[in-house]
T-cell receptor, first 112, second 114 residues
Framework: EADIYQTPRYLVIGTGKKITLECSQT?????MYWYQQDPGMELHLIHY???????EKGDLSSESTVSRIRTEHFPLTLESARPSHTSQYLC???????????FGQGTRLTVV | KNQVEQSPQSLIILEGKNCTLQCNYTVSPFSNLRWYKQDTGRGPVSLTI?????NTKSNGRYTATLDADTKQSSLHITASQLSDSASYIC?????????????FGRGTQLTVWP
């Protein structure tokens, strides 16, 4: 059983609000990822991190930002939410090297 | 262009029946192929992972096969159960970067009816 947690599970918020999606893992994994997934579509990588103080943008351009101050914590922030940000956001982590990624349960974000 | 394509897009079967899901990929250089199960509203859960040298791998009632020459994989589900209803995602990793970039298929939506 993977130990990676995302909060909140569901979030409905008004346009212009600042939000932070939390992701924590207790497996000591170096690599962490954020994916965005629309219904019926594939996952798209928006951010990743190799370790503490390391963050990179993924394949899909995103207005969100991330930070990695601690190994176990990889929060994603939207400074000003818009309806176009409505989506499911999935956090994942993996050990160094090529290992299966473990996913959190996701945060379903709705911006109204 | 690196791509992962899955078929069928959706599938409905009766409980107890077997089914096979397909995955074709063009990712190069190839590192490994993974099958994930994603329940509605949840994150994907890994079922199997296969490297270039592995032809088949099983996880309970799930058996994945890999033909690295033709760049095809299949996921066979035996004696389906209602709880197998989910999206099954094929994910291919390349060796072209330290990240081991993952390429996701759109998934096959499986529905098991009683």
């Amino acid at each position: 059983e993977a130990d990676i947690y995302q909060t909140p599970r569901y979030l409905v918020i008004g346009t212009g609000k600042k939000i932070t999606l939390e992701c924590s893992q207790t497996m000591g994994h170096d690599k962490m990822y954020w994916y965005q997934q629309d219904p019926g579509m594939e996952l798209h990588l928006i951010h990743y991190s190799y370790g503490v103080n390391s963050t990179e943008k993924g394949d899909l351009s995103s207005e969100s930002t991330v930070s990695r101050i601690r190994t176990e914590h990889f929060p994603l922030t939207l400074e000003s939410a818009r309806p176009s940000h409505t989506s499911q956001y999935l956090c994942a982590s993996s050990e160094s090297g090529d290992r299966a990624a473990f996913f959190g349960q996701g945060t379903r974000l709705t911006v109204v | 262009k690196n791509q992962v394509e899955q078929s069928p897009q959706s599938l409905i079967i009766l409980e107890g029946k077997n089914c096979t899901l397909q995955c074709n990929y063009t990712v190069s250089p190839f590192s490994n192929l993974r099958w994930y199960k994603q329940d509605t509203g949840r994150g994907p859960v890994s079922l199997t992972i296969m490297t270039f040298s592995e032809n088949t791998k099983s996880n309970g009632r799930y058996t994945a096969t890999l033909d690295a020459d033709t760049k095809q994989s299949s996921l066979h589900i035996t004696a389906s159960q209602l709880s197998d209803s989910a999206s099954y995602i094929c994910v291919v990793s390349d060796r072209g970067s330290t990240l081991g970039r993952l390429y996701f298929g759109r998934g096959t939506q499986l529905t098991v009816w009683p």
